[in-house]
């Protein structure tokens, strides 16, 4: 059973870089055949996928955070991760990783980041 | 880029009713259409893919149906644990991306 568990400071300033680290167990990202993905949920809100990286480093973004994105992976850790930079009040949100087979199939439980000075 | 809006917003029954929920896609996304159910608290788990067939686990009483811009997500007979959010996702292949409709809150009536 794939599972996977976000972790990172729950707290940024404004101005400050998001980062955050998703640790998969129950599979190895470096077998390939998934895309590994965050995306996020403002309080209250609905769904906005982020971006997605696959096991080679090959990384792909939502045209609307691209140029604050930055997804990695640590295939020997077997963890990736996300980072956000010049952060506002507005990315407040629940953050998941997910991975991808087309479709989300298996989720973190998510992780709540407030940007707040 | 492809915007998928969820109606109704909110749909008010009674545990033994049916459901249908409906998403429509702004462009025809063949049938790369998921559907997801969130509960308060919990991570969104994926319910249809393909626009018609279940994931693992799920109940029989979920179906959907559909193809093009327009789909259905019906529950044939409601249980106290299935009321609860749901989302519709798209996923385009080039450029790739993924977008969710606004979700569906279904509320016991």
């Known amino acids: 059973q794939v599972q996977l568990q976000e972790s990172g400071p729950g707290l940024v300033k404004p101005s400050q870089t998001l980062s955050l680290t998703c640790t998969v167990s129950?599979?190895?990202?470096?077998?390939?055949?998934?895309?590994w993905s965050w995306i996020r949920q403002h309080p209250g809100k609905g769904l906005e996928w982020i971006g997605y990286?696959?096991?080679?480093?090959?990384?792909y973004y939502n045209p609307s955070l691209k140029s604050r994105v930055t997804i990695s992976v640590d295939t020997s850790k077997n963890q990736f991760s996300l980072k956000l930079s010049s952060v506002t009040a507005a990315d407040t949100a629940v953050y998941y990783c997910?991975?991808?087979?087309?479709?989300?199939?298996?989720w973190g439980q998510g992780t709540l980041v407030t940007v707040s000075s | 880029e492809i915007v998928l809006t969820q109606s109704p917003a909110t749909l008010s029954l009674s545990p033994g009713e049916r459901a249908t929920l409906s998403c429509r896609a702004s462009?025809?996304?063949?049938?790369?259409l998921a559907w997801y159910q969130q509960k308060p608290g919990q991570a969104p788990r994926l319910l249809i893919y393909?626009?018609?067939n279940r994931a693992t686990g799920i109940p029989a009483r979920f179906s959907g149906s559909g193809s093009g811009t327009d789909f259905t997500l019906t529950i044939s007979s409601l249980e106290p644990e299935d009321f609860a959010v749901y989302y519709c996702?798209?996923?385009?292949?080039?450029?790739?991306?993924?977008?969710f409709g606004q979700g569906t809150k279904l509320e016991i009536k």
């Open positions: 129950g599979g190895s990202i470096s077998s390939g055949g998934y895309y």
């Open positions: 990286i696959y096991y080679s480093g090959s990384t």
């Open positions: 996702q798209q996923r385009s292949n080039w450029p790739p991306g993924y977008t």
């Open positions: 462009q025809s996304v063949s049938s790369y």
């Open positions: 393909d626009a018609s």
């Open positions: 997910a991975r991808e087979e087309s479709y989300f199939d298996y």
